[in-house]
């Protein structure tokens, strides 16, 4: 059996059946044949063979059943002009170019698009591919159709310099259109889909290259606007491509498995059929079967073997309304038994993308797994075509408002573009976070948070607030404290541990996985070097001055106390001659040190003093900065000086901890954590507000217990934990209770807050430890 044949069979079994269409009431047959057949009189000779007039009568049996004979009109007018713009131009397949925005047309008139948007699909290689300018395009279609025809244009006439960054360009643009109007990726979709069907026409390293861009961005940007119509259809052609060994391999054992799964399908659907209309409940009831590419995602994501999924074949139940679909439900747990953890309610909890849908599995007949999808036809239809099936409804601005929040995603990805210059970094942001499959994890609050898959704490962090990120030292996810590095999971609440004295790692880099944590982390960087920058630009103004100032005063005592203005114009000659760009760079080499102020000073005044050079406005480099605090004691006691300052030991607070500080009769003030209990009985007046200053240790002692299941070699592998942690054990004790348990009690040094929390997270991860808190 040949392949189309073998593909045919699987195709039967997926096939969606969409809710049956209202009779047409006044549609004259015979005079919209007439009238689609007067478009084709109409294009060039060249362009009328077999393969334009069939790929015509598919896009017009389509578009007619929806759009008005007004409308069809205004498509026949577009598919002229592309023929006639297209006239000579063939496809590598031989046919006439026109062929290709017919289909590309009539994938998007399956999805009951808009009259504007067809007329860009049918339109959207004129200004690419043909001499038509915009104006021409705007003047004959309308400022609607130019702004999706050009947004679907790629950047044909820019130098790049690579093939990334001219991709991550074009991808930039088609964004920034689809945030004020999507329509134009649902034709770079339609597109694309009709250009791999086609693509065996190409040489072998651009088929390759064309299916690897098709399953990193147009499949998961098809996902992420819940068009699976087209996203399955992406997925599968560029699978072919892309790992063809695999492709023929899974193909080849669907196929043996087909026979038997339908057999199972068909008693599964007269079983449940037979009940629902005992019960006087209206329902559809189809087969749909997992594609190619979504068994292998599947088999390589879950590390299963083919024959352990139970979701090659499914029931598909489809009902008018969201009650008879919990009703459904009902009736298929009480037929068959459900499978544990197997129940997913989308209805209550739709998907990013929209989708909604009840999702079970259960033991079905002969004992065999089966899935059953169930929803009402409004959401197969949004299933099936997503975002595109905002414009089958008539609703108007009401639709598109609510459209617009949910596609909210666009524009956090433009916000993310806007803080960088480089496309490859735009596409790493692209591919990350917007195009990469999602987990949902709890705020404490009960707020839901969506990361990438695969996101840290970090990612949670920055994702809540740039200063949290920035000030973050460590995380608790489901009340234990876990490394930095922990892999979030769906449903894990998420608590994260910040400090005043909290700053960003370059490690950080390594460890998040958004692209917008390594964004806000780099620009933490890019402002560390920019501020460090102004420092020594600072620092070289002052010295340089200072040296000059010097230089006067022993020609003339009475320039000691003048004030020396710095010439713009003399300094860039000396940085010139000196081998700097500019006067800037000169001022920040003399502050680091690099360059002496005493040479630059003797050139300065030896050019100043010839007035050879035109004078400019003067150098300004006393840019007004709030200078960081400093103190010269471990920890300052606001508005008191001279006081005797401790460290409490039944909190042993250590820097980075929130502290609080207790007034004593003899040993001045005591420093507790704030939420020490001893501070609770203290009365307020005996309180005082302090905070830590310079770190006159390397090591501050703390404590720490540990409540674990008793097992030989436990205390071992706490204290072996806390040694590579690089923490200082200065006493443990441990002990066994009656119930099996051990507690360890650990008096340690560390650094400062941030390494004991690493720590911790560390000894959480041991085998057998419950719980781990300090006290």
Same mark, same amino acid.
């Given at each position: 059996?040949?392949?189309?044949? #073998? ?112 007329? &860009? ?79 065996? +026409? ?15 961005? +147009? ?42 799964? #339908? ?82 309610? +989308? ?71 806007? #803080? ?11 591919? &990350? ?52 590095? +922990? ?59 200072? #040296? ?40 920040? &080499? ?57 460290? &409490? ?127």
């Amino acid at each position: 059996m040949d392949e189309k044949k #073998e593909r045919s069979k699987h195709d039967e079994v997926e096939k969606m059946d969409n809710k049956p269409k209202e009779p047409l009431l006044t549609r004259d047959r015979k005079s919209l044949r007439l009238l689609r057949d007067s478009f084709v009189g109409r294009i060039p000779q060249d362009q009328r063979d077999m393969s334009v007039k069939m790929a015509w009568q598919e896009f017009w049996a389509r578009a007619s059943s929806y759009l008005s004979k007004e409308d069809l009109i205004k498509c026949g007018e577009a598919f002229v002009f592309a023929a006639l713009a297209h006239d000579g131009q063939f496809r590598l397949s031989k046919e006439p170019y026109v062929v290709h925005p017919i289909r590309v047309a009539a994938i998007l008139a399956e999805m009951e698009l808009d009259v504007n948007t067809l007329e &860009a699909a049918l339109l959207h290689d004129v200004l690419e591919d043909t001499s038509v300018t915009p104006e021409e395009l705007s003047n004959k279609f309308g400022r609607d159709v130019l702004l999706l025809v050009d947004g679907v244009t790629k950047l044909g006439k820019i130098t790049f310099k690579s093939f990334e960054d001219y991709q991550a360009e074009n991808l930039r643009k088609m964004f920034l259109v689809m945030a004020k109007d999507v329509r134009v990726v649902l034709i770079k979709l339609a597109d694309r889909l009709h250009n791999m069907k086609t693509i065996q +026409y190409l040489r072998m390293d651009k088929q390759i290259r064309i299916a690897k861009e098709t399953l990193e961005i +147009y499949a998961p940007l098809a996902h992420r606007l819940g068009i699976y119509q087209i996203k399955r259809e992406l997925e599968d052609a560029a699978f072919k491509i892309a790992d063809p060994e695999a492709y023929y391999d899974i193909r080849r054992r669907v196929k043996k498995k087909l026979p038997e799964r #339908e057999e199972i399908i068909k008693q599964a659907m007269t079983i449940l059929e037979k009940k629902l209309n005992e019960m006087g409940i209206k329902a559809h009831i189809t087969g749909r079967a997992k594609h190619f590419y979504s068994i292998y995602e599947k088999m390589r994501r879950k590390n299963l073997s083919l024959e352990e999924l139970f979701d090659l074949l499914a029931l598909r139940v489809i009902v008018d309304d969201v009650a008879t679909c919990y009703t459904v439900l009902g009736v298929v747990h009480t037929i068959w038994k459900p499978l544990p953890g197997q129940f997913d309610d +989308y209805i209550a909890n739709p998907k990013s993308n929209m989708y909604q849908s009840l999702h079970t599995a259960v033991i079905g007949p002969s004992g065999e797994p089966l899935e059953v999808q169930i929803r009402t036809w409004d959401m197969h239809w949004l299933a099936e075509y997503g975002v595109a099936s905002h414009w089958r409804y008539k609703e108007g601005k009401q639709k598109l408002d609510e459209l617009d929040q949910k596609l909210s995603w666009i524009r956090q990805a433009l916000e993310t573009q806007a #803080e960088t210059s480089e496309p490859s970094e735009f596409l790493e942001h692209l591919k &990350a976070d917007v195009l990469s499959s999602e987990v949902f994890v709890f705020t404490p609050k009960g707020d839901v948070i969506s990361l990438p898959a695969g996101s840290t704490p970090l990612d949670f962090a920055y994702t809540i607030h740039t200063e949290v990120g920035n000030k973050f030292i460590g995380a608790m996810v489901n009340n234990r404290i876990v490394p930095i590095d +922990y892999e979030l999971q769906n449903g894990d609440i998420v608590k994260i541990l910040t400090s005043p004295h909290g700053k960003p790692s370059r490690d950080w880099l390594n460890i998040a996985k958004s692209s917008r944590a390594k964004s806000k982390i780099r620009s933490y960087f890019r402002q560390l070097e920019k501020s460090d920058r102004e420092e020594k630009l600072a620092k070289g103004k002052e010295y340089l001055v200072r #040296e000059i100032k010097k230089r006067l005063s022993k020609e003339k005592d009475e320039d000691k106390d003048k004030e020396v203005v710095l010439s713009t114009a003399v300094l860039n000659k000396v940085a010139k001659d000196a081998g700097y760009s500019n006067a800037e760079d000169l001022l920040v &080499a003399i502050g680091s040190g690099e360059m002496g102020s005493s040479q630059v000073a003797s050139k300065y005044l030896g050019l100043e003093t010839s007035k050879a050079i035109k004078e400019e406005p003067p150098l300004d480099t006393a840019k007004e900065r709030e200078e960081s605090k400093t103190y010269d004691t471990e920890i300052v006691v606001q508005g008191i000086e001279g006081l005797l300052v401790s460290r &409490a030991n039944c909190c042993k607070p250590i820097p980075g901890d929130p502290i609080i500080g207790v007034v004593t009769k003899r040993r001045g003030v005591t420093v507790h954590n704030r939420g020490c209990p001893n501070v609770e009985k203290v009365p307020e007046e005996r309180l005082v507000e302090v905070e830590w200053g310079h770190k006159r240790s390397d090591r501050y002692s703390t404590r720490l217990r540990i409540d674990g299941t008793d097992r030989p070699g436990l205390f071992a592998d706490v204290a072996h934990t806390i040694n590579t942690c690089d923490g200082t054990i200065l006493q443990v004790r441990a002990s066994v209770t009656g119930t099996g348990r051990a507690r360890i009690l650990v008096d340690l040094k560390v650094r400062d807050i941030e390494h004991l929390y690493q720590i911790i997270a560390k000894i959480n991860a041991v085998k057998g430890v419950i719980e781990v808190i300090r006290g």
